[in-house]
């Protein structure tokens, strides 16, 4: 087989973000006391890995910088889930597990992320518990819809990191694809799969934005939700201007000169171009950051 310079830098990244952040989780002060001098891609990573740190510590995900919260708790509603799995192993209903959950993620996040670190417990059952998922989904739809689109949503930016797929040849985004269509149930289930997985596509391969122009060229016409899945690409780049500004990185995501300009107008330049002139703004006036972690309809 050939080299294929797309899918490298596609697994680089994933290589590279899963280093910082575990790097950070292992040594919490001295990546926060790095952290400023990092590019800011390798700082959302690593600030999402002190977050982890804080949450394994029991501490709450706190930080001076706006622009840190996001990232620090999704890092830290990770170590909450895991934390979660491991009592309801422990003889712990299911549904009890998750109620102390939602209530940790209540009462600890900061103000308007209490949802951001919910959607982490998507994530974690997707990777480490991925026969459990179908009877989470069933006990969060009786609890709260909300909460079940978030744990959706964090099974999609589950599905870009299942390692099994990462190492196989050639891109995994479309094996993760493949999944987000076939696993969830149809309806808010399945959109909020893909805006998940559109989500960890765009962060991860920012840098790199003919990897995202690959797999769209590649795999679009699979997606009968665009909606969802664009949604997704726009919340991360409100993810990202959140944290490091509307920097050259986004920037040359939004000028990215494809190959099919009227495709990368449509699926990412135009939604992302609208979510930073319209909503950008009125969620830094009023909060609200943990709606971009769902889809609701």
């Known amino acids: 087989m050939s080299f294929d310079p797309v899918a490298f830098r596609e697994l680089a990244g994933k290589l590279r ?6 790097g ?3 040594a919490p002060e001295r990546a926060l006391a790095r952290a400023a001098r990092l590019n800011p891609w390798s700082r959302l990573f690593v600030l999402e890995g002190i977050g982890y740190a804080r949450g394994n510590a029991g501490w709450p995900p706190q930080s001076s910088e706006d622009g840190a919260l996001i990232p620090l708790t999704m890092g830290w509603g990770l170590a909450l889930a895991v934390r979660s799995f491991r009592s309801a192993r422990a003889r712990i209903t299911p549904e009890e597990s998750l109620r102390s959950f939602a209530a940790a993620c209540r009462e600890l996040a900061p103000p308007g992320l209490t949802g951001v670190a919910f959607e982490g417990l998507g994530l974690v059952a997707r990777l480490q518990w991925a026969k459990a998922v179908p009877a989470l989904s069933r006990a969060l739809g009786e609890m709260d819809g909300g909460l079940e689109a978030r744990f ?4 999609g930016r ?5 390692p099994g797929d990462t190492f196989l040849w050639g891109s995994s985004a479309g094996r993760a694809l493949a999944r987000a269509l076939h ?6 289930p399945r959109a909020n799969t893909l805006a998940g997985l559109a989500m960890a596509i765009t962060l991860i391969c920012l840098p790199h934005p003919r990897v995202i122009d690959r797999f769209l060229s590649r795999h679009s016409g699979q997606i009968d939700d665009a909606a969802s899945f664009q949604y997704g690409i726009a919340a991360a780049a409100l993810v990202w201007c959140r944290a490091a500004g509307r920097d050259e990185l986004l ?6 000169p494809s ?3 009227e495709h990368w107008q449509a699926w990412v330049r135009r939604p992302c171009e609208q979510a930073l002139g319209e909503s950008f703004p009125v969620l830094v006036r009023d909060g609200g950051w943990d709606d971009l972690f769902r889809v609701m309809r």
């Not at 973000?17 to 575990?22: D, E, Q």
């Not at 589950?158 to 299942?162: A, E, V």
């Not at 920037?251 to 990215?256: E, M």
């Open 158 to 162: 589950g599905l870009f990191f299942l």
């Open 17 to 22: 973000a899963f280093a910082l952040f575990r």
């Open 251 to 256: 920037q040359r995501l939004l000028s990215h």
């Open 152 to 155: 959706w949503h964090g099974v």
């Open 24 to 26: 950070a989780g292992m």
């Open 259 to 261: 190959q099919t300009p």
């Open 183 to 188: 696993e969830p149930p149809a309806g808010l």
